[in-house]
């Protein structure tokens, strides 16, 4: 039986005891072996090293911050709390071996450093200000970072409306390059680039919105070309998107809507320049926060959060379509799936 392993990340609020792996059959499609890996506190995302070290948000009654997982044992090596809120986002920078992490209520970023061990110690931070006109948009929300594909850092903030762009040092240092501003209420949540680094699709949580930004590698600047909606027109009730994923190929991308419950799929043309969304499919649960293309393209696995369920796709690598192929796998308040 050809596999995949697959890590999923939860809250701990209900019934979840922490992070769970399991198998995908990629022959059937079939999720298989779910398995409690270890256990912590609302450990909502990860990120897995080359080196087999699992990074996880983590939550300690008052205090939030990042665990170090041993991926081949499940062992906790090491927890770095700090008093308040957990980070949103997690990302691993292999080249530089440094770890970012995002805090959507501090509205901070901060960069840690790897050592051989995989254990991590804080080099930089920045604080992002700012607010907007929705109502949560009170302040700054850092939702997103991650690498650029010429190394830099790119860092969304949902709150102000803001997406800004770093240099760092070998050393971990931040330098603040360039900072580009969305439209008012846009709600920027996540970013991803094509694969020839020439565009990027920026996805607004609290529009229901999805940009084609043009990037400028020359000077870390972005340029707006293109918005779509990712809902539809008589869609009135409320809906927030969630998770963005762009296909290997860069010829569809991919985005979660929690609210209307589904995943909306884009054709890209004109070279990465222009989305047209050519499928709605439901996931078949409730407030799908995140989702997953396997490594061969032809699977993804999307997690309901409030359902407790996972539903799994056939992905037609042609045409990008998604066909339903299983519903109601039982994985308890998933906000996380990553491939590893």
Do not use: C
């Not at 920026?202 to 084609?212: F, I, M, N, Q, Y």
């Not at 991308?253 to 499919?281: D, K, T």
């Amino acid at each position: 039986m050809a596999s995949e392993k697959v890590v999923f990340g939860t809250y701990t609020k209900r019934v979840s005891k922490g992070l769970y792996t399991a198998e995908l059959n990629t022959e059937t499609g079939d999720l298989e072996n779910i398995t409690e890996f270890a256990e912590l506190g609302n450990p909502t995302y990860t990120a897995l090293s080359a080196a087999g070290k699992l990074y996880a948000v983590d939550k300690q009654g008052d205090q939030g911050g990042v665990a170090v997982v041993d991926f081949a044992t499940g062992t906790i090596e090491q927890e770095v709390l700090a008093e308040g809120a957990s980070p949103a986002y997690l990302a691993v920078d292999e080249a530089r071996q440094l770890l970012y992490s995002g805090n959507y209520h501090k509205g901070t970023l901060e960069v840690f450093a790897i050592a051989a061990d995989g254990q991590i110690t804080l080099t930089d931070s920045f604080q992002s200000e700012g607010s907007g006109p929705r109502p949560e948009q009170e302040s700054a929300h850092v939702h997103f970072n991650n690498l650029t594909p010429d190394n830099r850092v790119v860092v969304v903030d949902l709150g102000a409306d803001k997406v800004y762009t770093f240099d760092v040092s070998a050393e971990g240092k931040l330098s603040l390059v360039t900072t580009f501003e969305t439209e008012p209420g846009f709600g920027p949540r996540h970013i991803r680039f094509s694969p020839d680094g020439q565009y990027a699709y920026l996805l607004g949580e609290l529009s229901s919105l999805l940009s084609v930004l043009k990037y400028d590698a020359a000077t870390g600047s972005f340029t707006l070309v293109q918005t779509v909606s990712t809902k539809p027109a008589d869609w009135i009730e409320h809906n927030g998107t969630a998770a963005l994923r762009v296909s290997d190929d860069g010829k569809f991308v991919y985005a979660s809507n929690r609210g209307h419950n589904s995943i909306a799929v884009f054709a890209v043309s004109e070279a990465g320049a222009h989305l047209e969304r050519i499928q709605l499919i439901s996931t078949e649960g409730d407030f799908p926060r995140d989702f997953a293309l396997d490594p061969s393209q032809a699977w993804v696995v999307a997690a309901n959060q409030n359902t407790d369920n996972v539903s799994v796709y056939r992905r037609d690598i042609e045409t990008g379509l998604l066909e339903l192929v299983h519903k109601d796998i039982a994985v308890p308040e998933t906000v996380r799936v990553e491939f590893v």
